[in-house]
């Protein structure tokens, strides 16, 4: 069946068109780091999918409604109403976004030398894990290891090595992330969720959902798990959240708000631990840092997220664009998720070794040939690096991420990127590996600096 997105554009934005010289200019000045770059300097952002979707004319009429009392206020108890349906926890906590609703829970459940475990942590979980001096490790499941293969949910945890793990009585959080982001944004199955908190709970061991985008992964269970063709993205998500003791989840995602997150728990003593903290750091307990206008966007955007018309489009648009991709010469992690395209950068540039970074030699082309700003998730953000600078230990992969932007690119612009992936696979050896000049030892992705390696 056809599909087409079930909303049109009311208010548009205009998009910046630079020339290359301009776009070699900016890209020096940014230290060839792409989160430098002035958004006045981009045409196509696919940097990221976090708050940057196009909120709707029924979010916004919300958000005019607002109630800014500092406690208790009826925006919050929409927030609390919305999410309570959604999730079933008893106890709902907001905050302003994903990173610190991450820091507020983690400081509850571990301590220095325990484990939080997860089929894979992104860049600021694990870092909200180590800071507490603890260890984040990542256990996919080996299925994400072939690139190609169309295995239906290589975002699975290892339940094996999850056993292993769990005997050793340092576990201190099973985390498991859906869909899986920062492995090629593969779903996670329903089967797998409930066999990994089956086996934690036997062990004493506190799950919870990282369900940043928890439509997109109820979507491709119903497209791709046995037993769930005939239920709606709100029945598959609702399943999930309740297997688990708790959820966090950004809702700059699958909230399509430009701010916003929970904190969601079944368990009264760590609800009462993350209250004491929110309040001590974040806010009251009923708004927690959040405008009470994205409290409202918020309790209407996780009701449209779930719109089965919305995320079959939304699929079918990450679907063409993966084939127009590949149909340029440009490999993609297997099978097309929704929210992400991770191209394989390592094969379409191979003669770059690692240590010339070949994932973030592809972002730097993007912006350079077509004014597309997106990321690596490849040796640069993954490789342990020495005194010096220099990459001492590779990434399994080398990988760029392209974000989809909820609600906010058409087809045209889809079509635009394809044809520049395709510019560039036509003769890839003329794109340049870089050094890094300076970077700091923790999240050095966002603040490097780097240089051409000729």
């Known amino acids: 069946m056809r599909t087409f997105p079930p909303y049109r554009a009311q208010v548009v934005a205009e998009i910046p068109v630079t020339t290359r010289a301009e776009r070699e200019e900016a890209l020096a000045e940014a230290g060839y780091n792409a989160f430098n770059l002035p958004a006045s300097k981009i045409s196509i952002d696919l940097l990221t999918d976090s708050g940057t979707g196009a909120v709707s004319t029924?979010?916004?009429?919300?958000?005019?409604g607002a109630d800014r009392s500092y406690a208790g206020s009826a925006s919050f108890y929409r927030f609390r109403d919305a999410l309570t349906d959604l999730t079933g926890y008893p106890h709902i906590l907001p905050v302003h976004q994903g990173r610190a609703a991450e820091r507020v829970l983690f400081s509850s459940v571990l301590e220095p030398g325990r484990i939080s475990v997860s089929n894979t942590h992104f860049d600021t979980t694990r870092a909200n894990v180590e800071l507490l001096g603890a260890e984040a490790l990542d256990l996919p499941c080996?299925?994400?290891?072939?690139?190609d293969s169309l295995e239906p949910f290589k975002g699975n945890i290892d339940l094996d090595a999850l056993e292993r793990v769990l005997t050793s009585g340092r576990v201190g959080q099973v985390l498991l992330t859906i869909t899986n982001n920062g492995g090629g944004g593969q779903p996670v199955s329903m089967a797998n969720l409930a066999a990994a908190a089956k086996l934690a709970r036997a062990h004493g061991v506190p799950v919870f959902l990282d369900a940043a985008r928890f439509a997109e992964n109820a979507w491709l269970v119903i497209q791709r798990e046995e037993g769930y063709r005939d239920k709606t993205p709100r029945e598959v998500a609702q399943e999930a959240f309740s297997l688990v003791d708790g959820s966090v989840a950004s809702l700059k995602k699958d909230g399509i708000s430009p701010m916003g997150a929970f904190i969601g728990l079944t368990d009264p003593e760590i609800a009462q631990r993350c209250e004491t903290n929110l309040i001590a750091t974040e806010g009251f307990r009923t708004y927690g840092g959040l405008g009470a206008h994205d409290l409202d966007r918020v309790a209407k955007g996780v009701q449209e997220v779930l719109d089965p018309h919305y995320?079959?489009?939304?699929?079918?648009?990450?679907a063409r664009l993966a084939?127009?991709?590949?149909?340029?010469?440009?490999?993609i992690v297997q099978p097309p998720g929704i929210h992400a395209l991770y191209l394989n950068a390592g094969r379409l540039l191979p003669h770059l070794p690692a240590a010339r970074f070949p994932g973030h030699a592809l972002a730097c082309?993007?912006?350079?040939?077509?004014?597309i700003r997106c990321v690596e998730l490849g040796s640069l953000y993954l490789g342990t690096l020495d005194e010096h600078n220099e990459l001492v230990?590779?990434?399994?992969f080398e990988l760029v991420r392209m974000a989809l932007p909820r609600r906010v690119y058409t087809q045209g612009h889809y079509d635009y990127v394809a044809e520049?992936?395709?510019?560039?696979?036509?003769?890839?050896?003329?794109v340049p590996?870089?050094?890094i000049i300076d970077a700091p030892k923790i999240l050095r992705h966002f603040n490097l600096r780097m240089a051409p390696a000729r």
């Open 142 to 147: 080996a299925e994400f290891g072939d690139l």
């Open 420 to 430: 520049i992936l395709g510019d560039i696979a036509k003769n890839p050896e003329r």
């Open 323 to 331: 084939q127009l991709a590949g149909d340029g010469g440009v490999d």
């Open 311 to 318: 995320l079959a489009a939304r699929a079918d648009e990450a």
């Open 393 to 396: 230990t590779p990434a399994p």
């Open 58 to 64: 029924t979010q916004e009429a919300a958000a005019a």
């Open 365 to 371: 082309e993007l912006y350079l040939e077509g004014g």
């Open 433 to 435: 590996g870089y050094r």
